[in-house]
């Protein structure tokens, strides 16, 4: 059975989310109110997975993450309120090491949360089975208005034209889609297509932070939106996020508001299935860290219309599960550590001609 701690400032959610772990199957061995009991919590009763509030006294929630790292590294789950100032706050909390986040209801509305039962219950589960022995800590730029410099990963001249990248993400991959996003080549000229598993509040942020700190012009699809060289888009939560279109080098992709996939939206399959029939050119598809089986379809879409499959490895996927489905059904061309998913993108895109 799944030991689990809760940590939140509200009686009303440790008792709400209580039950509901508990309904899941879960055992509840631990409830904090604030953040020093959260930390006195997780490294004495070392449970599976812990669920961290970001606003909490005595210690925030980054700082009962950065200590619980520090001390004894334990899967965490990151409860967040959907503000801007928390949205910020979250995505600090999974540089210091939390595995993945879920949105909280304003204030104390167990109705609201009671209604995200099962997605809460899979999330726990999903972020206990992380492996969290060995996180590397992400800094912040000193200047985050300053991008980044080009990644030193060479590009020839033999570089292809028209390069088409479409990346997959769930649990554990906000961190992994920075890395790689962050180590590509402006010079390259790619179209990139990101679906990273991700509320609706959240999904505008992580493309802002995505932009700040790659050498790519990221941003969050619209609901009609081009990508050309140079540029990504990332789907927006809620929706899905198809091509349609291929016209003078540039992608035209469009908001889906079909049915769930994988009880997800957007889903990954979604955009790498309508890519696979739309994109002329050469094309690539990156399933990354996740629970689950979505993008494994999209991924065998791209691979049977000529593109380049890659996943990311076991040992530095956070939680295998997408990567693993993916490379049990397609006849992948490389399965990598994260370190060299970006490098992999190139070489994949370097075996074709210009």
Not at 82 to 88: E, I, L, R, S
Not at 127 to 131: E, G, I
């Given at each position: 059975?799944?030991?689990?701690v809760?940590?939140?400032?509200?009686a009303?959610?440790r008792e709400t989310l209580?039950?509901?772990?508990?309904?899941?199957?879960?055992d509840?061995?631990?409830?904090?109110?604030?953040?020093t009991?959260?930390?006195?919590?997780?490294?004495?009763?070392?449970?599976?997975?812990?669920t961290?509030?970001?606003?909490m006294p005595?210690?925030t929630?980054?700082?009962?993450?950065?200590?619980?790292?520090?001390?004894?590294?334990t899967?965490m789950?990151v409860?967040?309120s959907?503000?801007?100032?928390?949205?910020?706050a979250?995505?600090?909390?999974?540089e210091?090491?939390?595995?993945?986040?879920?949105?909280?209801?304003?204030?104390?509305?167990?109705?609201?949360?009671?209604?995200?039962?099962?997605?809460?219950?899979?999330?726990v589960?999903a972020?206990?089975?992380?492996?969290v022995?060995?996180?590397?800590?992400?800094?912040?730029?000193?200047?985050?208005?300053q991008?980044?410099?080009?990644t030193?990963?060479?590009?020839t001249d033999?570089?292809?034209?028209?390069?088409?990248?479409?990346i997959g993400?769930?649990?554990g991959?906000?961190?992994?889609?920075?890395q790689?996003l962050?180590?590509?080549?402006?010079?390259?000229?790619?179209?990139i297509?990101?679906?990273?598993?991700?509320?609706?509040?959240?999904?505008?942020?992580?493309?802002?932070?995505?932009?700040e700190?790659?050498?790519?012009?990221i941003?969050?699809?619209?609901?009609?939106e081009?990508v050309?060289?140079?540029?990504a888009?990332?789907?927006k939560g809620?929706?899905?996020?198809?091509?349609?279109?291929?016209?003078?080098?540039?992608l035209?992709?469009?908001h889906?508001?079909?049915?769930?996939?994988?009880n997800?939206?957007?889903?990954i399959?979604?955009?790498?299935?309508?890519a696979?029939?739309?994109?002329?050119g050469?094309?690539?598809?990156?399933?990354?860290t996740?629970?689950?089986?979505d993008?494994?379809d999209?991924?065998?879409?791209?691979?049977?219309a000529g593109?380049?499959?890659i996943?990311q490895?076991?040992?530095?996927?956070?939680?295998?599960?997408?990567?693993?489905?993916?490379?049990?059904?397609?006849?992948?061309d490389?399965?990598?550590?994260k370190?060299?998913?970006?490098?992999?993108?190139v070489?994949?895109?370097?075996?074709w001609?210009?």
């Open positions: 059975m799944v030991r689990a809760i940590a939140d400032d509200s009303v959610m209580g039950k509901i772990l508990e309904a899941g199957g879960l509840v061995v631990g409830r904090a109110k604030n953040g009991e959260a930390v006195t919590l997780i490294t004495d009763l070392e449970p599976d997975v812990a961290i509030d970001i606003q005595g210690l929630g980054h700082e009962v993450i950065e200590q619980v790292m520090a001390r004894k590294p899967p789950l409860i967040s959907q503000t801007t100032k928390n949205a910020d979250t995505f600090d909390a999974l210091a090491g939390a595995v993945d986040f879920i949105a909280k209801p304003s204030g104390d509305n167990s109705v609201d949360i009671w209604s995200k039962q099962d997605e809460i219950v899979d999330q589960r972020v206990a089975q992380a492996d022995g060995t996180v590397e800590r992400q800094s912040k730029p000193q200047n985050e208005t991008r980044p410099e080009s030193t990963i060479a590009v033999e570089f292809p034209n028209d390069p088409t990248l479409v993400a769930s649990t991959g906000p961190r992994v889609v920075e790689v962050s180590e590509l080549p402006a010079r390259a000229g790619l179209r297509l990101v679906v990273q598993h991700m509320a609706d509040h959240y999904t505008e942020r992580f493309a802002k932070r995505l932009n700190r790659t050498t790519y012009d941003r969050e699809a619209r609901e009609t081009t050309g060289p140079g540029e888009l990332l789907a809620g929706t899905h996020m198809a091509v349609t279109d291929w016209s003078r080098g540039e035209t992709v469009v889906d508001d079909g049915p769930q996939r994988h997800v939206k957007p889903a399959d979604v955009t790498m299935e309508t696979a029939d739309t994109v002329r050469n094309l690539a598809g990156v399933i990354m996740g629970m689950g089986a993008g494994a999209g991924l065998a879409d791209i691979k049977a593109g380049k499959a996943v490895d076991e040992a530095t996927s956070r939680v295998y599960g997408m990567p693993k489905v993916a490379a049990e059904r397609v006849d992948v490389m399965t990598l550590p370190s060299r998913l970006a490098e992999g993108v070489n994949a895109f370097r075996g001609s210009a």
